[in-house]
């Protein structure tokens, strides 16, 4: 076969990719019928395909490309590293300099007491681990009994049997036997869709309860974890009431359950600060990383735990781990990612420019006739596509449609904005610049003019 390469057709390529590349979540008939996109380079926020079109990228790869595209000193350093020490393991008592490099800095950069990380492949891995070391803790303090897991309905903690399990999706939990035993979903603190009549203020308020109801009824004595996004992303940007986080924080207090925050994508920046449980203001007893940890420039991802759980945990043999906890490249790269959001202070600049300026802008669309609230948090933004905004209304048939149009319009426009059902959702890479800014909201504005147009 001759080499493979960015200089083939597009069908050429995209004929093999449908022959022999297995796609996560795609229809494989869809994938036959018109072909996956192929990405070929990427600079900033901008992404070139095969067919020479430039997309602005409003969603950082998948919620992770936080310094932005082209970074060469990432290369430089994966290449260093490579060349110095390729692989080695972090089993048995054995360790190298990236990977304690990098666990010191992650001490020093999370809060309160979370000062030791145990390191995986991926967000997906890290829940795994979480699961494991959250039921192992509880056995190892006398109370094996602790095992149950709460987590949220439309939550997306991963992929693997275990984090799906975690997660909240049922159309995940209908393929390959999930959840697993003793996990356990409350409802999410989506006010847009399942508010009712309540105020944001009073329903932020009765979704947190219903984290108490739970643990009253499971009983205290069984229920090890509740595991969070501060910001549910994947769910559709849901950024609960401001009611909603001390409440949780108050009974995870109260009925000694520990709390994990998943900062898969809340982390290294996205929210303006560190981590989302800063700007939530919760004081987690696990955090779950990955995606931005190394700008998804290599694969890691990792739990970040307390003094607490880390000595207890310590004090027998944790017997889990991935050949991969701590790669040497990956931790280099993800080091080297971190120094450059620390010296760019590029967290002030979201928290100080970029999310200010995306906030004003962003909430002009709600005036769109198409558009019902239109929020965002940090660099992380939704909008709801409605067609009654007074009463939040869903579109009469398929739930979903109407925000695929609006996709498929945002790429003819050169953006890259996802669909979660109807609501659109965004995530740039937080080195976006105020020009940026102007460019994806105009192109934004464009695809929601032509999806009203198409529907009506
Ligand atoms: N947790 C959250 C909040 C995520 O958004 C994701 C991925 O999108 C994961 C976990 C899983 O991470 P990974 O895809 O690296 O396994």
């Known amino acids: 076969m001759s080499a493979i390469t960015n200089h083939m057709p597009t069908a050429e390529l995209q004929a093999l990719d449908s022959a022999h590349h297995m796609h996560p979540f795609t229809a494989g008939n869809e994938l036959a019928e018109k072909g996956a996109r192929v990405i070929t380079r990427a600079q900033g926020v901008t992404l070139t395909d095969s067919e020479g079109n430039s997309f602005l990228d409003a969603m950082a790869g998948l919620w992770c490309v936080n310094i932005g595209y082209g970074r060469d000193e990432l290369a430089q350093v994966a290449a260093r590293q490579m060349r110095e020490l390729p692989f080695y393991n972090t089993f048995f008592q054995t360790t190298h300099v990236p990977a304690i490099a990098l666990s010191a800095k992650l001490a020093e950069l999370a809060p309160g007491d979370l000062n030791h990380v145990f390191f995986a492949g991926s967000g997906s891995e890290a829940n795994d681990t979480n699961i494991r070391m959250v039921r192992t803790y509880w056995a190892m303090k006398g109370k094996p009994g602790k095992s149950i897991i709460i987590s949220r309905k439309n939550a997306y903690h991963g992929s693997s049997v275990g984090s799906g399990s975690l997660g909240g999706m049922t159309y995940m939990h209908e393929q390959g036997g999930l959840p697993i035993p003793d996990i356990h979903h409350i409802n999410q603190p989506h006010w847009w869709a399942e508010g009712g009549d309540l105020s944001p203020e009073e329903f932020g308020l009765a979704r947190a309860r219903e984290l108490e109801e739970a643990i009253e009824r499971l009983g205290e004595d069984r229920v090890a974890a509740f595991i969070a996004e501060p910001v549910q992303g994947a769910g559709g940007v849901v950024i609960a009431p401001q009611t909603y986080w001390p409440e949780i924080q108050r009974i995870c207090d109260k009925y000694e359950i520990l709390l994990i925050a998943d900062e898969v994508i809340c982390g290294f920046g996205r929210t303006g600060n560190w981590f989302g449980s800063q700007t939530m203001n919760i004081r987690p007893d696990i955090m779950t990383i990955a995606k931005g940890l190394s700008s998804g420039y290599a694969p890691i991802g990792g739990s970040i735990v307390s003094d607490e759980i880390a000595d207890v945990i310590g004090s027998g043999e944790f017997n889990h781990g991935y050949t991969y906890s701590g790669h040497p490249v990956a931790a280099a790269v993800a080091l080297e990612n971190l120094r450059i ?32 609230e239109a929020r965002s948090i940090g ?6 596509l409605t067609p009654d905004k007074d009463s939040r209304a869903a579109f009469a048939g398929d739930a979903g449609a109407v925000g695929y149009i609006c996709r ?14 109807d609501r659109m959702i965004i995530s740039p890479p937080l080195v976006i610049r105020p020009e940026e800014i102007d460019t994806l909201v105009a192109r934004a504005t464009r695809a929601l003019d032509e999806t009203y147009a198409e529907i009506q």
Do not use: Q
Not at 412 to 419: C, F, P, Y
């Open 341 to 372: 959001l620390e010296e760019e202070d590029i967290i002030g600049h979201v928290r100080n420019i970029a999310a200010p300026y995306l906030e004003k802008a962003w909430k002009g669309l709600a005036d769109h006739p198409l558009v019902g």
């Open 379 to 384: 660099l992380m933004g939704t909008i709801a």
């Open 408 to 421: 498929e319009r945002c790429f003819a426009n050169n953006l890259i904005m996802r669909h979660v059902g």
